[in-house]
């Protein structure tokens, strides 16, 4: 198993659970599944700032169909690894989504509570459908029942960065997908 070595402080290394190699060629499959879901149609893909942001700019060049963007924000998890629970929506569309094809483009399903809270929100907009890609998905971890459309990895209880997915805003700029160690330093 590969690692990275954090430069900035002394800290334990970063193990490498998804290169970037594997990444791109499962965000490859998934443009092409969505391409042959909506063939003649067009999407807009909504994503959920910030940790969406890398795999919507890879995913939206992995597809072919026509598309558009939009992005939202939501408040929930702080600077710490578990969840308040509470979400709030910091940014909402900028435009409506009535009568399109909506895929909600997310980083990592965990919970459940903020693509729960977000597929209510997006269905009263009342789009002609509404999906949800998520890069990673953690079934285990689930307190609402949700689960998505279009997945890139299930993996086990154990906290990542990378690709987009930060610990306390760090390492959302690594082209990899590793596991933070438990006793990572704030
Ligand atoms: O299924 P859940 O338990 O609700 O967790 C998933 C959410 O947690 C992360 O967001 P975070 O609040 O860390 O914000 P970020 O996207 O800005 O990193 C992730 O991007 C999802 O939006
Ligand atoms: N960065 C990050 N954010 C999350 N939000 C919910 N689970 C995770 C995770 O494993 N990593």
Known sequence: MSTIQPKAVP???????????????????????????????????VGVLKGAAIFLADLARSISVECTFDFVAVSSYGKGLNS?????????????????????????????????????????????????????????????????DYVGFSIPNQFVVGYGMDYAERFRNLPEICIMPPDFPE
């Open 84 to 148: 308040s629970g509470a979400v709030k929506l910091i940014k909402d569309l900028d435009q409506s989504v009535e009568g399109r094809n909506v895929i909600v483009v997310e980083d990592i399903l965990d919970t459940g509570i903020t693509l729960g809270f977000l597929h209510q929100m997006f269905a009263r907009h009342r789009p002609k459908s509404l999906r949800i890609a998520a890069l990673l998905d953690k079934p285990s971890r689930r307190i609402q029942k949700i689960s998505a």
């Open 11 to 45: 800290a334990p290394a970063l193990s490498v659970l998804f290169s970037r190699e594997e990444i791109q060629e499962r965000v490859t499959q998934i443009g092409q599944q969505i391409d042959a879901d909506y063939k003649g149609q067009s999407v807009v893909l």
